[in-house]
């Protein structure tokens, strides 16, 4: 319905969509812009390629901030202006307020920027995951939870666009889009609490003066909640974007809409109440936690292979309508010169990878060789650097155009771009992975261990250096490409957004798969059941607690 | 109404479902057997480790660290976690002997790590990192903190020297 021709009026909610759009989107990218170098810089200073460059302070500043601006603002950001695009667009349907829409959008870009003096003062290189009770300037504490309570408006906004269409639109199944990404909502909101808890509870008290001491284990305990949980927020929009958007632009259409709806609802139910796998290694939880934890984790893996299936064969029914014939005739028919579809592709890929590293870290025994190690470094690079961002790239080569109505810079780069992702990723990952296998440890800046560990880690090292230069190439190409698309050629006819369908669209579904009431109970249940004994435990297990440290 | 799933992706599913079913299995049987990470749940005051006083005695007390026998004869290693060093540096121990080992923060989070092996224990103040282990190849082991302690976290490492049984002395 969006025009470009001047006299005629867009709706609101497409005007609404442009603008929480673009902005949340653009500051998104905007930190993964800053965040590249550092991870260079990084690669660069522990190759012992560059001696100048080598430096404590400057190090460890620079895996906090590249942390938080990749694992906090990049995904946060991206996340709420793909939710708000998709939302809108799918219901059709204004924000109930747009006031309340931009004053989230304030907070969190306000406690973002907030956070960002002390990390690049260095004030704060306490790395992303902060576990007291070594202990970063104030504002780096307030900042961070202030981009939490931001990103707390956009999933209010989220549910109540789904409550509200559902009401207007009695019976019908709710557009998958959103279904995704209302889920996914709920699901943050679950998973911030842990760390806000941690925060609200622990940290603030203490920084304010009013408490002296703090516990470690209550506050690692606390943070497994989110660490694991919101990984999988960040997998969210891939999943969305595979599922929606994918279909159409491979030319074909989704193979089930219902078990997309299944493994939503999986991941949901299942990516919050297993933190523990984070802690297998921690002295403050007993085994059987863990053991407990540990179900949970392998069941997380079951809508993966669900999507994983649903996705491959939606792209195998596209590369059939286009002419492919045989067992494996169909894959040279997909619509490779398509981002979209290529860049799901390349995702798949790298999720295989990335996902069997998974398994063994969430391994009840077998965790003990890697935990710590770069091991676990080179995984969640793989499946988040990997896996998800190059979905976020796919997703903005999509809108660009639909938000701009000018022409992507340039398709061609673009493809390349993304090759350009997948190669690097590997090439950086793959020795990282065998680095942690040789029993290098995790946030170290400099290895004086010996000449016998540093001769085996060193090739790995200068390979690592390599794939880093060329994730850094791409990422430039990625801001390049959009930044030239505000300017490049208006199309005569803007794209419409359309979301796929599934070869059988189902007009209504199982209200367990187009409501979140039930959902949102069981993960009460089930929380309580994971983590209720586990934190309780804390207030009688009396644990002589630890003061603050500097780093 | 009709809830349709291909039979192909059903029969994808089973297979998922029963690869889960084995990995728990697996886990289940393997911890049966007694294979569990280090969990100990043992509160310890890690500002007084090294005084008599304060919740744990003087367990980690200077003059009590390092390579023991217990009561019924184990090997126990005592071993204190700060920044940055393992006290004792370098410890001892012989070759196919199970060990206990011990180990308490003395000020912030740690870990203790030696490379290509499951011995992987996270040192968190306020509790004590238990696990039993056996080494049976002679050598010398660095072992490593890993996990981020402050700027000197990279140069927080120790030795563990596994020597013949029968050179073995306490």
């Known amino acids: 319905?969006?025009?470009?021709d001047t006299g005629a009026q867009s709706p609101t909610y497409e005007k609404q969509a442009k603008r929480l759009g673009l902005s949340n989107m653009w500051v998104g990218f905007a930190a993964f812009a800053a965040a590249i170098p550092m991870g260079l810089y990084q690669v660069a200073e522990r190759s012992n390629l560059f001696p100048a460059a080598e430096s404590r302070e400057i190090y460890y500043a620079s895996v906090?901030?590249?942390?938080v601006l990749m694992a906090y603002v990049l995904t946060t950001f991206f996340i709420m202006g793909f939710g708000y695009y998709v939302a809108l667009h799918s219901l059709k349907q204004n924000v109930?307020?747009?006031?309340?829409?931009?004053?989230?959008?304030?907070?969190?870009?306000?406690?973002?920027?907030?956070?960002?003096v002390p990390l690049l003062l260095g004030e704060a290189s306490v790395m992303y995951t902060f576990y007291p009770p070594e202990m970063a300037v104030t504002p780096f504490y307030i900042g961070a939870a202030m981009l939490f309570v931001g990103s707390w408006f956009w999933c209010v906004d989220m549910i109540v666009a789904m409550i509200q269409w559902r009401r207007t639109n009695p019976g019908m199944a709710v557009p998958l889009v959103m279904f995704g990404t209302t889920i996914n909502a709920l699901l943050w909101l679950w998973t911030s609490m842990g760390a806000t808890l941690e925060v609200l509870?622990?940290?603030?008290?203490?920084?304010?003066?009013?408490?002296?001491?703090?516990?470690?284990?209550?506050?690692?305990?606390?943070?497994?909640?989110?660490?694991?949980?919101?990984?999988?927020f960040w997998l969210f929009p891939a999943y969305i974007a595979m599922y929606s958007l994918m279909p159409r632009e491979s030319g074909g259409k989704l193979f089930s809409d219902e078990l997309a709806r299944v493994a939503f609802v999986m991941l949901f139910i299942f990516s919050v109440p297993i933190g523990f796998h984070h802690l297998y290694m921690d002295p403050q939880q007993a085994a059987g936690w863990k053991l407990l934890h540990m179900f949970g984790t392998f069941m997380v893996a079951v809508p993966t292979f669900i999507t994983g299936f649903t996705v491959l064969a939606t792209l195998e029914v596209s590369g059939r309508l286009r002419g492919g014939a045989g067992l494996f005739g169909w894959l040279a028919?997909?619509?490779?010169?398509?981002?979209?579809?290529?860049?799901?592709?390349?995702?798949?890929?790298?999720?295989?990878?990335?996902?069997?590293?998974?398994?063994?870290?969430?391994?009840?025994?077998?965790?003990a060789l890697i935990h710590n190690t770069q091991w676990v470094t080179g995984h969640f690079h793989l499946i988040?650097?990997?896996?998800?961002?190059?979905?976020?790239?796919?997703?903005?080569y999509w809108a660009w155009p639909r938000i701009t109505g000018r022409k992507l810079a340039s398709t061609r780069m673009a493809l390349w771009q993304l090759w350009l992702w997948f190669w690097g990723m590997l090439i950086t990952t793959m020795p990282w992975h065998v680095l942690g296998l040789l029993g290098q440890p995790r946030r170290v800046d400099t290895l004086p261990y010996g000449e016998a560990l540093n001769a085996i880690w060193n090739p790995h090292e200068v390979v690592m250096f390599a794939g880093s230069v060329m994730l850094t190439i791409s990422a430039f190409m990625f801001i390049i490409i959009l930044v030239r698309s505000h300017f490049s050629e208006r199309l005569a006819q803007t794209p419409e957004v359309v979301f796929g369908t599934a070869i059988h669209q189902p007009l209504r579904v199982p209200h367990l798969l187009n409501s979140l009431a039930f959902w949102n109970w069981a993960m009460l249940v089930y929380m309580l059941a994971s983590y209720g004994y586990p934190l309780l435990q804390f207030m009688f297990i009396n644990a002589p607690q630890a003061i603050p440290y500097g780093v | 109404m009709a809830f349709h799933i291909d039979k192909l992706e059903k029969r994808w599913i089973y297979m998922v479902a029963g690869f889960v079913l084995m990995a728990w299995a697996i886990q289940i049987y393997y911890a049966a057997q007694g294979w569990h990470p280090p969990s100990n749940v043992e509160v310890i005051d890690s500002a007084q480790l090294h005084l008599e006083t304060g919740v744990g005695g003087d367990e980690f007390s200077e003059q009590?660290?390092?390579?023991?026998?217990?009561?019924?004869?184990?090997?126990?290693?005592?071993?204190?976690?700060?920044?940055?060093?393992?006290?004792?540096?370098?410890?001892?121990?012989?070759?196919?002997?199970?060990?206990?080992?011990?180990?308490?923060?003395?000020?912030?989070?740690?870990?203790?790590?030696?490379?290509?092996t499951n011995l992987n224990l996270m040192l968190?103040?306020?509790?004590?990192?238990?696990?039993?282990?056996?080494?049976?190849?002679?050598?010398?082991?660095?072992?490593?903190c890993h996990d981020f302690c402050g700027m000197g976290h990279a140069y927080m490492f120790g030795n563990v020297k596994i020597v013949p049984a029968d050179e073995y002395k306490l």
């Not at chain 1, 906090?64 to 942390?67: A, E, N, S």
């Not at chain 1, 109930?96 to 960002?116: D, K, R, Y």
């Not at chain 1, 028919?333 to 995702?347: E, G, H, Q, V, Y």
């Open chain 1, 333 to 367: 028919k997909i619509r490779w010169n398509n981002p979209m579809t290529l860049a799901a592709m390349l995702s798949m890929l790298m999720l295989t990878a990335g996902g069997f590293g998974g398994v063994i870290n969430a391994s009840y025994q077998m965790n």
């Open chain 1, 384 to 396: 988040f650097g990997g896996t998800s961002v190059i979905m976020y790239f796919a997703v903005a």
């Open chain 2, 124 to 144: 968190v103040p306020g509790y004590v990192s238990e696990v039993t282990t056996t080494v049976n190849i002679l050598g010398d082991y660095p072992m490593l």
């Open chain 1, 1 to 4: 319905m969006s025009m470009t």
């Open chain 1, 96 to 116: 109930w307020s747009p006031l309340f829409s931009w004053v989230g959008f304030s907070i969190a870009l306000a406690g973002t920027l907030i956070a960002a």
């Open chain 1, 64 to 67: 906090t901030t590249h942390g």
């Open chain 2, 64 to 116: 009590n660290i390092g390579v023991k026998r217990d009561a019924d004869g184990t090997l126990v290693v005592t071993m204190v976690a700060a920044r940055y060093g393992f006290y004792p540096q370098e410890i001892i121990l012989p070759q196919g002997e199970p060990f206990k080992m011990r180990v308490a923060s003395f000020d912030v989070l740690h870990g203790i790590y030696i490379p290509l």
């Open chain 1, 201 to 232: 509870i622990q940290i603030l008290p203490l920084k304010f003066g009013w408490v002296d001491t703090i516990d470690p284990g209550l506050a690692r305990t606390f943070f497994s909640w989110t660490l694991h949980a919101i990984v999988y």
